[in-house]
């Protein structure tokens, strides 16, 4: 079994920075393409960013040069760096980890608010 902890959601003002992390542990060889999701409640979740396991990344077009997605293949986690936060960009943020056996991983999401 896969566990995926998220970790680093909070309240921050607006231009602020939060750094999120997605810890994945149990029985797992190491992780493959991962991405960082987003979902507002009543709305479809929304692509965020993409990293693989070379390390190119892909970033969904409201977080471009605002969001930093990177990775530490040793500690088998994946983070985001959030920077120049806004009110928009408050939802819960999930992480998705494809593993070195191809297999896929849901985490259970962690939250972001973003005052104005």
């Known amino acids: 079994q896969v566990q995926l902890a998220e970790t680093g959601g909070g309240m921050v003002q607006a231009a602020g920075s939060l750094r999120l992390s997605c810890a994945a542990s149990?029985?797992?060889?190491?992780?493959?393409?991962t991405s960082w999701y987003r979902q507002v409640p009543g709305k479809q979740r929304e692509f965020v960013a993409f990293?693989?396991?070379?390390?190119?990344?892909n970033y969904g077009d409201s977080v471009k040069g605002r969001f930093t997605i990177s990775r530490d293949n040793a500690k088998n986690t994946v983070y985001l760096q959030m920077n120049e936060l806004k009110p928009e960009d408050t939802a819960a943020y999930y992480c998705?980890?494809?593993?070195?056996?191809?297999?896929?991983?849901w985490g259970k999401g962690t939250l972001v608010t973003v005052s104005s």
């Open positions: 990293i693989t396991s070379a390390h190119s990344t």
């Open positions: 998705f980890v494809n593993d070195a056996a191809g297999r896929a991983y």
């Open positions: 149990g029985s797992i060889t190491g992780i493959n393409n």
